[in-house]
């Protein structure tokens, strides 16, 4: 019996296949820049006081796009556009070769990743190392990397609401029924939210760490992996996973972007008077390369 005939090899290949896929589609962010995006005195200091310029900067970060922006938002998409056709074949392999050792992997390890249940302590645990330590760099991607989880976590339920689309397990044997906008909680199944969260995450430490190229191998190598446990668990469908890992990609892009100013694009601050009640909003163009 040679290798290409061996059920266990075709299984593994498959498996494999599917994770590089994943992968290559993340690798322009984890790609080695030429230079360190920021400098310990300037943009590596945050604070919860700027969540709301932040979330403006997410929302507004479309119409800042430059055409290579623009160009690999359409990369992505036609991406999840080509991976609908295969939703179903990749299910059905995922159903018929997982196995109780890959199962107790994805619960245990990968799903409360995506779902922030280790997530959480390995991003705060970074967080207070990088202040214990006086390591600005270290606190500054871990708490934008909170961030981006919280973000990538809040718009993927918006489109959830949007789509409204069955899950491998509610609907095996159709992979495209959507419902439409609503406000069941049922059926919600596009974009993956662990993928999103996960790609997120991988985006920003890889970025902040762009001089350090095994830092964005590993955070994408988890993040795939986040995405095919959603598969291997019949949560997901591949287009979910693929819009879902775009989803995370914008989101940590757009908090760390490879040339950012030293000024905010957004600031809002909140007006406090014996008598009066209201916001102050700066604004100061940039580009989100």
Avoid at 64 to 85: K, Q
Avoid at 105 to 134: N, Q
Avoid at 156 to 180: E, I, N, T, W
Avoid at 268 to 279: A, D, F, I, M, W
Wanted: hydrophobic share 45%; charged share 10%; aromatic share 12%.
């Amino acid at each position: 019996m040679t290798p290409s005939t061996n059920p266990k090899f075709r299984k593994w290949f498959s498996v494999a296949a599917i994770f590089l896929v994943l992968l290559a589609l993340s690798g322009p962010a984890a790609a080695q820049y030429n230079h360190v995006p920021f400098s310990p005195d300037s943009l590596y200091r945050c604070s919860p006081a700027e969540i709301p310029s932040d979330v403006l900067k997410v929302v507004v970060s479309p119409f800042r796009w430059t055409r290579s922006g623009w160009l690999t938002a359409a990369g992505w998409m036609g991406a999840t556009a080509l991976a609908m056709p295969a939703d179903r074949p990749v299910n059905d392999f995922f159903q018929t070769h997982s196995s109780p050792f890959t199962r107790e992997v994805s619960r245990l390890v990968l799903e409360p990743l995506g779902s922030g249940l280790l997530m959480a302590p390995v991003v705060g645990g970074a967080w207070l190392v990088g202040r214990v330590t006086h390591n600005s760099r270290l606190s500054f991607a871990a708490y934008r990397s909170a961030e981006a989880w919280l973000f990538a976590a809040g718009a993927v339920q918006v489109a959830k609401y949007v789509f409204h689309r069955h899950r491998p397990f509610q609907s095996p044997g159709d992979a495209m029924l959507f419902g439409g906008p609503g406000f069941s909680s049922d059926y919600l199944s596009f974009p993956s939210g662990h993928t999103a969260t996960a790609f997120a995450v991988a985006t920003v430490w890889a970025r902040v760490y762009s001089n350090k190229p095994w830092v964005g191998i590993v955070a994408f190598s988890v993040a795939s992996l986040v995405g095919v446990s959603r598969m291997h668990d019949q949560e997901h469908w591949l287009s979910d996973v693929v819009a879902g890992a775009a989803v995370g990609y914008w989101i940590g892009t757009t908090l760390v972007p490879r040339k950012p100013s030293a000024g905010r694009a957004w600031t809002v601050v909140p007006l406090v008077g014996p008598q009066s009640l209201g916001v102050k909003v700066h604004w100061s163009p940039f580009q989100i390369q």
